[in-house]
């Protein structure tokens, strides 16, 4: 199936500066895309290109089939909600909302009704007269989003939307947008440097950085097969160890660490013997065994510090093997870790699927 | 020992309430003593009147009365009008294109185009005057420069010492004056703006008609103000390049603190330009009504 | 009392000592003069301090009004030899701000022309308060190319063969003084309303010829030079002095009509505190050399020597107050704002 939205191999450069270097993505038809990057990783220059606010060095840009090179600014067929709203302050929401189709020449009434309908759409049917320095945050970008929306673009562009509002309300402002996509079934392509904010909206993520794609898939996928140690660090929390790779079976790979030998599940092609790989698992896999236990796949590590986190307990141990690492595990604070102390020495051990093996710069 | 700190305390408070008192004082003070009770005190002198070379302190209108009814007073006064919305408006056309052009370009451009044209600034007014005198007398700069290409053969006559003349000089002069504001009106105006209303499929045009001239209007006004007042209260540029027709009222007004020494009269036309100007910009205020705070 | 009142003085000579202490008195004392720029050139007053011993101190002012507001403060305490125009020794005499002339005190009078040295303009009330000067005009300038032979009559600026060469003063009184003398009326400076219509119509034709009005000697050379102008009704001599310096060939007349005149005239402050220093400068600056070099650096007329040129001091009309000033703005702010 074709793509609504194409980035075929985009290129870009300031001066001699590669800001982007090889992206591709492909936006399908009703999809919550979101492009996920830590700042300067080139996620808004992407963003930008999309928008038309800036040109390409290499590639391609294709919407619904047709090249949009040469399509200026004010004809690309999708909306873009900017990081700050950018509402016009000395228009009513009214005006802000109905902008779009009064520039394309719309009679006043179609307007009228049009507005009055995405004003319900977006939860602010009464506050079609007032001034955006009248409405909260949360009310401010319901606004934006409502203008985005009333040309009826089969895609819009949402620069990190929500950066600018607080916990309670962000968390509330995700549910809306979620639902708001769904209802509209249009595609949502979304710029964001929160984890959190992706793993919870998203349908698929591409992640970004230093102008290349790191990987890109759905948050799970994501989260729990990460392939190289700049995702596995950054969706989530995670203890990696570096080795070497010693041996091969099918998807899995025997690691040598400086703590022993440990068993690790690829995600994807594996590379050559001898390599330097990282395994990666996450706190909430790791079991804690009394070190009297003789386990096979396990570290005997010793207790730094227990620290209640309320859901969670987050025990920090030490290796004598792996000076300049602590590793961490997360129990739930259901009393089964009160007999943990520090001091006390440990056997950490997981499943074979929880250890992920991680190819640097893969 | 427990009623001495309390004594202290008082003393104390008594001091800070002082202080506090002579800063109203001073923030009230300062502002009637060097601006209302000079505007009061001519306002006062205009209802007095001339007789004999002496000033008679009785309350008459008749200072008033001569603007309406004597001589050229009234003629004058509307045509200095006249010519002062003339100037206005085509400055502030010409400072808005201009403000436009410098607001288009990328910002460290910006300062550079918007310092050349405040440099005539911060040279001397009158420099200024004589400057624009040089350039089109009769065997000055534009003259001599058109003979020589051959585009005439005669000097044009009516560049200096006539209306256009002075027409030229007070656009010219005045034109900073509406430049500045109008463009720090643009500058303020968020760069996304633009953005967002181009994305929202508005042309540069309608951008234009729609963003950035109601935005820019509060500096638009305050132009206008500034070129209005500042031309309508001149009375040397006109006197100095006007020949003949370069009797503005403000010259009016100064004639009459010259020999004549009418302070009377000089006050009650200088009552009736404070208040033509404070027209200007209670009109200029009105027009900003509607304008929302971000 | 009496100690206190001598504590007084002893302070007030300590204070006037300190406060006089910058400028150094020569052993004759001191001459303070109150005097129009070009009135005081340094190198006479060099001469004079070496000749006598008096040091010299020069306060200058631009118009009547700084210098009585100057003489008023004082009475005249501040200052021995105050030149003021004829137009004002009433004005100053019946304010008691000056002091009759010593006639035996002056015996430099000799030097004056036959013209002045009745020294009629200032004598009223059986005293004599000033000694003539310095004198001036407000004459024709031309340019000579133009006319070979001077313009006999002010009528010439209203030749439409001129239409836009010629330029004017701009000067409320004195340009009234000046309609009225081109009409021939016999008293320039007291007319009646049928007369000032009379001028105000003189003065208003006029204007259609003008290329413009211009105030001050500097704004008439400024704009002759830059402008094809060829009549100017003047300021004074130096409009053609300063037009000749700059290499035009201009001449300076005063047609057959007449022209208003100005005459300055040397008198004694009443509050002089040492008359002997003031008589001292008035019989130096009244020597011929002194007006000779005066008429020659600033183009003032001397009263002692008939400079080269200057030979029309017995047709110009001595410059008085007008009937009303208030009267006669008006009147010129109606003809500029004439179309």
């Given at each position: 199936m074709q793509p609504l939205l194409h980035l075929e191999n985009i290129s870009k450069r300031y001066g001699s500066v590669r800001v982007l270097d090889g992206i591709d993505i492909a936006v399908a038809d009703n999809e919550f895309l979101t492009i996920l990057g830590p700042s300067g990783s080139g996620k808004t220059t992407i963003l930008r290109i999309i928008g038309g606010f800036e040109s390409i060095d290499g590639g391609r840009l294709m919407f619904d089939g047709r090249d949009l090179a040469a399509v200026p600014i004010n004809r690309?067929?999708?909306?873009?909600?900017?990081q700050d709203y950018a509402l016009f302050h000395h228009m009513s929401v009214a005006e802000n909302i109905g902008y779009g189709l009064k520039v394309r020449g719309r009679p006043k009434a179609e307007i009228a009704t049009r507005v009055a309908d995405v004003l319900e759409t977006v939860g602010?049917?009464?506050?079609?007269?007032?001034?955006?320095?009248?409405?909260?945050?949360g009310q401010r970008q319901r606004v934006a989003l409502a203008r985005a929306i009333i040309c009826e673009p089969r895609m819009i562009l949402l620069d990190e939307p929500l950066s600018a509002l607080d916990v309670d309300l962000r968390a509330q402002m995700q549910r809306f947008l979620k639902s708001l996509q769904r209802r509209l079934g249009i595609a949502f392509v979304f710029i964001t440097h929160d984890q959190e904010e992706a793993i919870a909206l998203s349908d698929r993520i591409v992640v970004v950085n230093h102008g290349r794609i790191e990987q890109e898939g759905a948050p799970e996928q994501l989260y729990r097969r990460p392939r190289t140690p700049f995702i596995a660090a950054f969706?989530?929390?995670?203890?990696?160890?570096?080795?070497?790779?010693?041996?091969?079976?099918?998807?899995?790979?025997?690691?040598?660490?400086a703590a022993g030998r440990l068993v690790a599940t690829a995600d994807g092609p594996l590379p050559a013997l001898g390599q330097a790989v990282q395994v990666a698992v996450r706190p909430e896999h790791i079991t804690l065994s009394p070190a009297s236990a003789a386990?096979?796949?396990a570290l005997t590590a010793e207790v730094a510090d227990i620290r209640f986190l309320g859901a969670n307990i987050l025990i920090e141990l030490t290796h004598p093997a792996l000076p300049d690492t602590v590793l961490k595990v997360r129990r739930l604070a259901d009393g089964s870790a009160a007999d943990f102390r520090t001091g006390q020495k440990l056997n950490l051990s997981w499943a074979v699927h929880d250890a992920a093996l991680l190819v640097p710069g893969g | 020992m427990s009623a001495a700190p309390t004594r202290s305390d008082t003393s104390s408070c008594r001091r800070a309430r002082a202080l506090v008192a002579l800063r109203h004082a001073l923030n009230l003070g300062l502002p009637i003593l060097f601006v209302l009770i000079p505007i009061l005190s001519f306002v006062l002198v205009s209802f007095w009147t001339l007789q004999d070379g002496q000033i008679v302190r009785t309350f008459t209108l008749a200072n008033y009365r001569s603007f309406f009814t004597e001589g050229s007073y009234l003629p004058v006064y509307l045509s200095t009008v006249w010519l002062s919305l003339q100037v206005t408006f085509v400055n502030v056309t010409l400072a808005t294109a201009i403000a436009l052009f410098i607001f288009r370009r990328t910002p460290r451009v910006r300062f550079f185009i918007l310092m050349s044209f405040m440099l005539p600034l911060f040279m001397s007014y009158i420099i200024k005057v004589y400057a624009i005198r040089t350039i089109l007398g009769q065997r000055g700069l534009l003259n001599e420069g058109l003979m020589a290409l051959g585009l005439i053969d005669q000097p044009i006559e009516v560049l200096l010492f006539s209306r256009t003349a002075i027409f030229v000089a007070l656009a010219v002069i005045y034109l900073p004056y509406a430049i500045l504001p109008i463009y720090l009106a643009l500058d303020r105006i968020p760069a996304n703006y633009l953005a967002a209303s181009a994305d929202l499929g508005a042309s540069a045009l309608q951008g234009l008609r729609h963003i950035v001239l109601p935005l820019g209007r509060p500096g638009i006004a305050a132009g206008a103000v500034f070129t209005f007042i500042l031309t309508f209260g001149d009375f040397v540029t006109p006197q100095m390049v006007g020949g003949t027709q370069g009797?503005?009222?403000?010259?009016?007004?100064?004639?009459?603190?010259?020999?004549?020494?009418?302070?009377?009269?000089?006050?009650?036309?200088?009552?009736?330009l404070l208040a033509t100007t404070l027209l200007a910009v209670a009109l200029a205020g009105l027009t900003l009504r509607r304008e929302h705070v971000r | 009392m009496i100690w206190t009142s001598k504590a007084v003085a002893a302070s007030l000579t300590v204070f006037a000592l300190l406060a006089s202490g910058a400028a150094y008195a020569g052993p004759k004392g001191e001459v303070r003069l109150l005097a129009y720029e070009g009135y005081a050139d340094p190198a006479w007053t060099e001469e004079f301090e070496k000749e006598t011993g008096i040091t010299v101190k020069v306060t200058y002012v631009g118009g009547v009004d700084e210098q009585i507001a100057k003489m008023k403060a004082s009475?005249?305490?501040?200052?021995?030899?105050?030149?003021?125009?004829?137009?004002?020794?009433?004005?100053?005499?019946?304010q008691k701000?000056?002091?009759?002339?010593?006639?035996?005190?002056?015996?430099?009078?000799?030097?004056?022309?036959?013209?002045?040295?009745?020294?009629?303009?200032?004598?009223f009330d059986g005293a004599t308060y000033g000694v003539p000067w310095a004198w001036g005009s407000l004459g024709l300038v031309y340019d000579k190319k133009t006319f070979p032979t001077p313009p006999d009559s002010w009528e010439v600026l209203w030749d439409p063969a001129y239409k836009g060469k010629v330029i004017s003063l701009d000067d409320a009184n004195n340009d009234i003084n000046f309609g009225a003398i081109v009409l021939g009326i016999k008293d320039p400076f007291n007319l009646t309303d049928q007369q000032m219509a009379e001028v105000k119509a003189k003065l208003i034709a006029l204007k259609k010829n003008l290329l413009t009005y211009f105030a001050g000697f500097d704004e008439g050379t400024t704009i002759w030079s830059e402008n094809n102008v060829v009549l100017m009704f003047s300021m004074g001599e130096l409009a053609a002095i300063n037009l000749q310096k700059k290499g035009f060939d201009v001449g300076y007349v005063i047609p057959k009509e007449g022209a208003v005149g100005w005459l300055d005239n040397l008198t004694v402050s009443a509050g002089t505190s040492n008359t002997d220093a003031a008589y001292a400068w008035m019989n130096f600056a009244l020597q011929k050399k002194i007006g000779a070099d005066m008429a020659k650096k600033y183009g003032y007329g001397a009263t002692t020597d008939a400079p080269q040129g200057m030979d029309y001091a017995d047709r110009l009309i001595w410059a008085q107050n007008p009937e009303n000033y208030t009267r006669r703005q008006a009147v010129w702010n109606e003809v500029k704002a004439s179309e």
């Amino acid at each position: 199936m074709q793509p609504l939205l194409h980035l075929e191999n985009i290129s870009k450069r300031y001066g001699s500066v590669r800001v982007l270097d090889g992206i591709d993505i492909a936006v399908a038809d009703n999809e919550f895309l979101t492009i996920l990057g830590p700042s300067g990783s080139g996620k808004t220059t992407i963003l930008r290109i999309i928008g038309g606010f800036e040109s390409i060095d290499g590639g391609r840009l294709m919407f619904d089939g047709r090249d949009l090179a040469a399509v200026p600014i004010n004809r690309r067929p999708f909306n873009t909600v900017f990081q700050d709203y950018a509402l016009f302050h000395h228009m009513s929401v009214a005006e802000n909302i109905g902008y779009g189709l009064k520039v394309r020449g719309r009679p006043k009434a179609e307007i009228a009704t049009r507005v009055a309908d995405v004003l319900e759409t977006v939860g602010l049917g009464a506050f079609g007269a007032r001034y955006p320095a009248q409405l909260s945050g949360g009310q401010r970008q319901r606004v934006a989003l409502a203008r985005a929306i009333i040309c009826e673009p089969r895609m819009i562009l949402l620069d990190e939307p929500l950066s600018a509002l607080d916990v309670d309300l962000r968390a509330q402002m995700q549910r809306f947008l979620k639902s708001l996509q769904r209802r509209l079934g249009i595609a949502f392509v979304f710029i964001t440097h929160d984890q959190e904010e992706a793993i919870a909206l998203s349908d698929r993520i591409v992640v970004v950085n230093h102008g290349r794609i790191e990987q890109e898939g759905a948050p799970e996928q994501l989260y729990r097969r990460p392939r190289t140690p700049f995702i596995a660090a950054f969706l989530g929390e995670n203890n990696l160890l570096s080795g070497v790779l010693a041996a091969v079976d099918g998807q899995l790979g025997q690691v040598d660490t400086a703590a022993g030998r440990l068993v690790a599940t690829a995600d994807g092609p594996l590379p050559a013997l001898g390599q330097a790989v990282q395994v990666a698992v996450r706190p909430e896999h790791i079991t804690l065994s009394p070190a009297s236990a003789a386990t096979r796949d396990a570290l005997t590590a010793e207790v730094a510090d227990i620290r209640f986190l309320g859901a969670n307990i987050l025990i920090e141990l030490t290796h004598p093997a792996l000076p300049d690492t602590v590793l961490k595990v997360r129990r739930l604070a259901d009393g089964s870790a009160a007999d943990f102390r520090t001091g006390q020495k440990l056997n950490l051990s997981w499943a074979v699927h929880d250890a992920a093996l991680l190819v640097p710069g893969g | 020992m427990s009623a001495a700190p309390t004594r202290s305390d008082t003393s104390s408070c008594r001091r800070a309430r002082a202080l506090v008192a002579l800063r109203h004082a001073l923030n009230l003070g300062l502002p009637i003593l060097f601006v209302l009770i000079p505007i009061l005190s001519f306002v006062l002198v205009s209802f007095w009147t001339l007789q004999d070379g002496q000033i008679v302190r009785t309350f008459t209108l008749a200072n008033y009365r001569s603007f309406f009814t004597e001589g050229s007073y009234l003629p004058v006064y509307l045509s200095t009008v006249w010519l002062s919305l003339q100037v206005t408006f085509v400055n502030v056309t010409l400072a808005t294109a201009i403000a436009l052009f410098i607001f288009r370009r990328t910002p460290r451009v910006r300062f550079f185009i918007l310092m050349s044209f405040m440099l005539p600034l911060f040279m001397s007014y009158i420099i200024k005057v004589y400057a624009i005198r040089t350039i089109l007398g009769q065997r000055g700069l534009l003259n001599e420069g058109l003979m020589a290409l051959g585009l005439i053969d005669q000097p044009i006559e009516v560049l200096l010492f006539s209306r256009t003349a002075i027409f030229v000089a007070l656009a010219v002069i005045y034109l900073p004056y509406a430049i500045l504001p109008i463009y720090l009106a643009l500058d303020r105006i968020p760069a996304n703006y633009l953005a967002a209303s181009a994305d929202l499929g508005a042309s540069a045009l309608q951008g234009l008609r729609h963003i950035v001239l109601p935005l820019g209007r509060p500096g638009i006004a305050a132009g206008a103000v500034f070129t209005f007042i500042l031309t309508f209260g001149d009375f040397v540029t006109p006197q100095m390049v006007g020949g003949t027709q370069g009797f503005t009222f403000g010259r009016i007004v100064f004639s009459q603190f010259g020999l004549a020494l009418n302070w009377p009269l000089g006050s009650a036309l200088a009552v009736i330009l404070l208040a033509t100007t404070l027209l200007a910009v209670a009109l200029a205020g009105l027009t900003l009504r509607r304008e929302h705070v971000r | 009392m009496i100690w206190t009142s001598k504590a007084v003085a002893a302070s007030l000579t300590v204070f006037a000592l300190l406060a006089s202490g910058a400028a150094y008195a020569g052993p004759k004392g001191e001459v303070r003069l109150l005097a129009y720029e070009g009135y005081a050139d340094p190198a006479w007053t060099e001469e004079f301090e070496k000749e006598t011993g008096i040091t010299v101190k020069v306060t200058y002012v631009g118009g009547v009004d700084e210098q009585i507001a100057k003489m008023k403060a004082s009475n005249g305490k501040d200052y021995d030899v105050v030149t003021v125009d004829t137009a004002s020794l009433k004005a100053f005499a019946d304010q008691k701000l000056i002091a009759p002339i010593d006639k035996q005190k002056l015996t430099s009078a000799k030097n004056l022309l036959p013209a002045f040295r009745s020294m009629d303009n200032a004598t009223f009330d059986g005293a004599t308060y000033g000694v003539p000067w310095a004198w001036g005009s407000l004459g024709l300038v031309y340019d000579k190319k133009t006319f070979p032979t001077p313009p006999d009559s002010w009528e010439v600026l209203w030749d439409p063969a001129y239409k836009g060469k010629v330029i004017s003063l701009d000067d409320a009184n004195n340009d009234i003084n000046f309609g009225a003398i081109v009409l021939g009326i016999k008293d320039p400076f007291n007319l009646t309303d049928q007369q000032m219509a009379e001028v105000k119509a003189k003065l208003i034709a006029l204007k259609k010829n003008l290329l413009t009005y211009f105030a001050g000697f500097d704004e008439g050379t400024t704009i002759w030079s830059e402008n094809n102008v060829v009549l100017m009704f003047s300021m004074g001599e130096l409009a053609a002095i300063n037009l000749q310096k700059k290499g035009f060939d201009v001449g300076y007349v005063i047609p057959k009509e007449g022209a208003v005149g100005w005459l300055d005239n040397l008198t004694v402050s009443a509050g002089t505190s040492n008359t002997d220093a003031a008589y001292a400068w008035m019989n130096f600056a009244l020597q011929k050399k002194i007006g000779a070099d005066m008429a020659k650096k600033y183009g003032y007329g001397a009263t002692t020597d008939a400079p080269q040129g200057m030979d029309y001091a017995d047709r110009l009309i001595w410059a008085q107050n007008p009937e009303n000033y208030t009267r006669r703005q008006a009147v010129w702010n109606e003809v500029k704002a004439s179309e």
